[in-house]
């Protein structure tokens, strides 16, 4: 049966408190790591060096094409046959970082692409460098079609972080399997677990919109940007 006292003690659960701040701090540092990455990957792979494209495509191939979780248990459990051992955090934020940048990577492509090239150009004619170009003139305008699905990566790696628990990581889920032990209410404790999850997701989705805004803002008339988002994705599929 169903027991509400149970359920309102894991609601205030100081284990269950204490692993969401774990899933939240998780979270945001392997997101502000992965996007630098992802933004290097991205430009790897749009280089006109053969060897950086085949060295970025052949990451971005293998990250995505594997699941994170036999990720995480090569880095924490395989490594160390190498001479490589990482601790716990360290190898739960190693393989997020590296698993998320190659998605994230495509993202940013995507933005990039969806700039129109004379702009670029334009720039460069004038005698900017091509670092310059990027960071002036690329950048600024593919961060308005590219907010929308990087929000979207950081709401599902909230969720994906439940991942880590299978190497040790205390975090939101693993706390709660540890509460739901000393009286057995499992529908209870992951129901609240639910519960914490669905709210950090929500107040991200806040987050979220009005970060859209904010970078939006002047350019509500533009409607093109969505549709060159869509081309430079679909360029991408057919790649």
């Given at each position: 049966m169903w027991s509400w006292d149970a359920f309102f003690d894991f609601l205030t659960n100081p284990q269950l408190i204490q692993g969401a701040w774990t899933t939240i701090w998780l979270t945001a540092i392997s997101m502000a790591l992965a996007l630098p990455?992802?933004?290097?990957?991205?430009?790897?792979?749009?280089?006109?060096?053969?060897?950086?494209?085949a060295v970025t495509g052949f990451y971005v191939w293998l990250m995505r094409g594997t699941p994170l979780l036999?990720?995480?248990?090569?880095?924490?459990?395989?490594?160390?046959?190498?001479?490589l051992r990482l601790g716990v955090i360290s190898a739960a934020l190693t393989g997020l970082v590296l698993n998320e940048a190659a998605y994230?990577?495509?993202?940013?492509?995507?933005?990039?692409?969806?700039?129109?090239?004379?702009?670029?150009?334009?720039a460069r004619a004038l005698g900017m460098p091509p670092w310059k170009v990027f960071r002036v003139v690329v950048m600024p305008q593919a961060l308005r079609v590219m907010v929308p699905p990087l929000g979207n990566s950081f709401n599902g790696l909230l969720k994906t972080t439940t991942l880590?628990?299978?190497?040790?990581?205390?975090?939101?889920?693993?706390?709660?399997?540890?509460?739901?032990?000393?009286?057995?209410r499992v529908l209870e404790g992951l129901t609240a677990a639910a519960l914490y999850y669905l709210a950090m997701t929500t107040l991200w989705g806040l987050v979220q919109r009005w970060l859209e805004i904010r970078v939006g803002r002047g350019h509500e008339?533009?409607?093109?940007?969505g549709r060159r988002m869509k081309s430079a994705v679909l360029e991408l599929e057919t790649r």
């Open positions: 990455l992802a933004v290097l990957v991205a430009l790897g792979r749009a280089s006109r060096l053969a060897p950086v494209r036999v990720q995480l248990v090569i880095i924490y459990t395989g490594l160390p046959q190498l001479g994230l990577s495509e993202i940013v492509r995507a933005g990039v692409l969806s700039v129109p090239r004379g702009q670029s150009e334009a880590v628990s299978v190497i040790s990581v205390e975090e939101l889920l693993r706390r709660t399997q540890f509460a739901v032990q000393t009286n057995f008339n533009r409607p093109t940007s």
